[in-house]
């Protein structure tokens, strides 16, 4: 039988992972597939391990990488500290059914944006406070950076789009857009900031990969900043979760 992988979220529309996972497949001779579930509630999880005997593990995008943890028995250190999980292994031993939680957000994250860091780079703003921060943050403060988060709020250890003043902008010159904004198909939206104040030490990262250059980076690319968008992150942590599935 094919061995079978998956991503579970809501709505899919925009996945990368099936590709991805098909095209994989493919190349490397391997006998598996890789299925989209489109899960309009959380709950449709145990339906899906149910009805998927071939299952060894799957992907986890929004709204679920938090909400997946109540199906978990196990929870690798990292995500438990970031607090998502976008990888499941799915254990079967005997009759029984064991599902360990990963995030390998984290090891994507990480691998991309280290080459580009500079030394002077030190402090960063993380634009957004959904899952996907959580990883980003945890990734840049094992990198030795100081982070601090930015939402359309302010709260406690929160700046608001307000607070970045061309001064606060100065000091923090890596900037990592978490958030959908300009994500295909509204392209022309971007995160509120005062990009007149970016400068060629900045370094402008965004998650998004569709499109390749968001707003965010063509207004960061005018200023002179170095630029990256989220597709080796998307690469790196889909051949991650590879890996665990595997182990």
């Known amino acids: 039988m094919a061995r079978t992988y998956g991503l579970i979220g809501y709505p899919l529309g925009h996945s990368f992972s099936r590709g991805y996972f098909t095209d994989f497949f493919t190349q490397q001779g391997i006998d598996a597939e890789y299925k989209n579930f489109e899960l309009p509630q959380i709950g449709g999880l145990a ?107 302010r709260r406690e250890g929160v700046l608001s789009y307000d607070d970045l003043t061309p001064d606060v902008l100065s000091r923090y010159t890596v900037i990592v857009n978490t958030t959908p904004l300009g994500m295909h198909p509204k392209v022309d939206e971007c995160p509120p900031l005062h990009y007149a104040s970016l400068t060629p030490h900045h370094l402008l990262f965004d998650v998004v990969y569709n499109p390749l250059k968001t707003r965010f980076l063509q207004l960061g690319e005018l200023a002179g900043a170095t630029i ?6 998307l690469i790196g942590q889909a051949r991650a979760a590879w890996r665990i599935w595997n182990e």
Do not use: W
């Open 47 to 153: 339906s899906v391990l149910a009805e998927e005997t071939a299952l060894q593990g799957f992907n986890v995008t929004i709204p679920y990488k938090q909400q997946v943890f109540a199906f978990l028995d196990e929870v690798d250190a990292a995500a438990q500290a970031i607090g998502a999980v976008n990888v499941v292994k799915v254990l079967r031993e005997g009759g029984s059914l064991r599902l360990k939680g990963y995030n390998t957000d984290v090891i994507g994250f990480s691998d991309s944006i280290r080459p580009l860091l500079q030394p002077y780079q030190t402090h960063a703003l993380i634009l957004g406070t959904g899952g996907a921060s959580k990883a980003v943050d945890y990734a840049l403060r094992q990198l030795g950076l100081d982070t601090c988060f930015v939402s359309r709020t």
């Open 228 to 233: 990256c968008n989220g597709m080796d992150m």
